[in-house]
């Protein structure tokens, strides 16, 4: 697509619109701390689809097909990989102990930071990208070399206490053991000090910048304008709070999903390293591909259950306080 969308009303609006759901979220609809139940993530996970989807016929609408399909395309990759991330979620949550009602808070919050992480990374990537095409190359090369790690290795494991962000956290940060409620900081004689949720919610923040990492660039092998990849990153971000409470009891199902995602992966970053001077493949065909490798290493999930289960619910928690 050569004419960019994202006009400064468009941009202004998406933003306005985005802050002010989450207003609601956190100051009406959930200003009580509670757990949140199967049936009430049900509902509000697809109260976020519908949403995005939504957003999705308007761009079709306004804009045209190439624009609506871009963003579908993002949407479903940026939505794969948030499901995958629900993994690292659970272990997170599980080593420190998050109690349930305080797990949504800590989501809230590490949205508010993934919208101006992921805003200024995919500003400076398109940015780059238009002064140095060059670098798509790169970006491809870069996709690639992950899909094949992801393809290649065993069932990782992920261990929080080695995080170095922690690290940090632990060193420089005066902390309490125990939580305080929903609180992040508190006052204990004289002194401001943070709670184990304010280190929760730093090391949530940290995953999300190896997140975009790998996500926004690949976005950026299916669209270059700069509001569509925002977009499509931010409305799948939005749903992930109420996606992980949906979906964290029975994620170790969707073992085989991660082969999907690496497909995907490589699929995009041949797309790109080959742009331009081999072939460049039609945006319905790259949708039909993203869709059809992600929806078949879902069915093989189901078909070929894992051996045992490999996660808890977001409740659990077993690896004690940090």
């Not at 202004?12 to 139940?37: E, P, Q, S, W």
């Not at 992930?240 to 690496?262: E, N």
Request: charged residues 10%; proline residues 4%; aromatic residues 14%.
């Amino acid at each position: 697509m050569d004419a960019l969308i994202g006009t400064p009303a468009l941009w202004i609006g998406f933003t306005v619109g985005v802050l002010a759901l989450l207003a609601l979220d956190l100051g009406v609809i959930n200003r009580r701390t509670h757990a949140i139940g199967a049936r009430e993530a049900f509902g509000w996970s697809c109260f976020w689809i519908g949403l995005a989807l939504g957003f999705n016929l308007f761009l079709y609408i306004r804009f045209g097909k190439q624009a609506g399909l871009e963003f579908l395309t993002g949407y479903l990759i940026e939505e794969a990989l948030s499901v995958d991330n629900l993994f690292v979620f659970v272990v997170i949550f599980g080593y420190f102990s998050v109690p349930a009602q305080f797990q949504h808070r800590v989501l809230f919050w590490g949205i508010l930071g993934a919208l101006v992480m992921r805003a200024v990374f995919i500003l400076a990537g398109t940015a780059l990208l238009h002064q140095f095409h060059w670098l798509i190359y790169v970006f491809g090369g870069f996709l690639i070399l992950t899909a094949i790690k992801i393809l290649s290795q065993g069932e990782s494991k992920m261990d929080p206490g080695r995080n170095p962000i922690l690290r940090l956290f632990r060193r420089f940060v005066p902390m309490t053991d125990a939580y305080h409620g929903a609180h992040f900081f508190i006052r204990e004689g004289g002194r401001r000090l943070a709670t184990p949720m304010l280190a929760v919610l730093a090391v949530v923040e940290g995953t999300d910048v190896v997140f975009a990492i790998d996500s926004i660039p690949a976005v950026l092998g299916v669209t270059r304008d700069p509001f569509i990849v925002y977009s499509s990153n931010i409305c799948a971000v939005l749903g992930l709070r109420t996606l992980y409470f949906l979906l964290a009891s029975v994620i170790h199902k969707f073992h085989l999903l991660k082969y999907g995602l690496g497909l995907v992966l490589a699929f995009v970053g041949v797309k790109m390293v080959c742009s331009g001077w081999l072939f460049d493949v039609p945006i319905a065909v790259s949708l039909g591909v993203v869709g059809g490798l992600l929806g078949l290493s879902v069915v093989a999930s189901l078909a070929f259950p894992p051996s045992r289960p490999a996660g808890k619910g977001p409740a659990g928690g077993s690896s004690g306080t940090p």
